[in-house]
C-alpha cells in the first residue's frame, strides 16, 4: 500500500510527531553551524529559522482550514505556494534564531493538542486527512534533518 492510500488515525499522526517534529530541534542542535547552513541552503532557504517557520506557518494553515472545514465555512484556496511561503518566511525575518524555536516548539505543542482534541472522525474526511498527513509525516520527510531517521522506515514494519 503507497503511503498516499494508506489511511492513517489520529494516534498514527500524534506517534509520528513525537517520533519526528519532536526530534526536531534536537538533531538540528546536533549538526555544525556549517551543517545546519548547508541544510537550510539545500532545503531552498537562507537560514535554519526560515526552514522552521515554514514549517510551522503549514501546521498554522492545517489547523485553521479543519476548523473552517468542520465549521462548515468555505476554505479558501493557497493557489499560489511559492508566495504563501515567501510571505510566511517575511513575516518573521526580524526574529531571532532562539524566538524562531520558541515559536516552532510552542506551535508544535499547539498542533498536537488540536490533533489530540480532533474527533477521530474528522479524519474520514479526505481533505482534512490529506492535510493532517501532509503537515504530520509528509512534511517531516521533505525536511527531515540529514541525521534524522525516517518515519518511513518505523511505517513499513507495520
Do not use: C
Not at 503511503?3 to 488515525?9: A, G, V
Not at 539545500?42 to 522552521?52: C, H, S, Y
Not at 474527533?119 to 490529506?130: G, K, S, V
Request: proline residues 4%; without cysteine; aromatic residues 10%.
Amino acid at each position: 500500500m503507497s503511503q498516499e492510500d494508506r489511511r492513517y488515525s489520529r494516534q498514527d499522526l500524534l506517534t509520528a510527531i513525537e517520533m519526528g517534529w519532536r526530534q526536531y530541534l534536537p538533531h538540528l542542535a546536533q549538526l555544525s553551524p556549517e551543517e545546519q547552513d548547508n541544510y537550510a541552503r539545500e532545503q531552498g532557504f537562507e537560514r535554519v529559522q526560515d526552514v522552521l517557520v515554514h514549517i510551522f506557518s503549514w501546521w498554522e494553515r492545517s489547523t485553521q482550514r479543519t476548523y473552517r472545514l468542520l465549521g462548515g465555512l468555505e476554505v479558501p484556496r493557497t493557489d499560489d505556494i511559492d508566495a504563501f511561503n515567501a510571505n510566511a518566511v517575511a513575516q518573521y525575518k526580524q526574529w531571532s534564531r532562539e524566538d524562531v524555536e520558541a515559536k516552532f516548539t510552542m506551535d508544535l505543542e499547539a498542533f498536537e493538542r488540536f490533533l489530540s482534541n480532533l474527533p477521530e472522525m474528522a479524519l474520514d474526511n479526505e481533505r482534512i486527512h490529506l492535510w493532517l498527513r501532509l503537515d504530520a509525516i509528509d512534511h517531516y520527510e521533505e525536511h527531515r534533518p540529514p541525521n534524522a531517521p525516517s518515519l518511513r522506515a518505523a511505517d513499513s514494519d507495520t
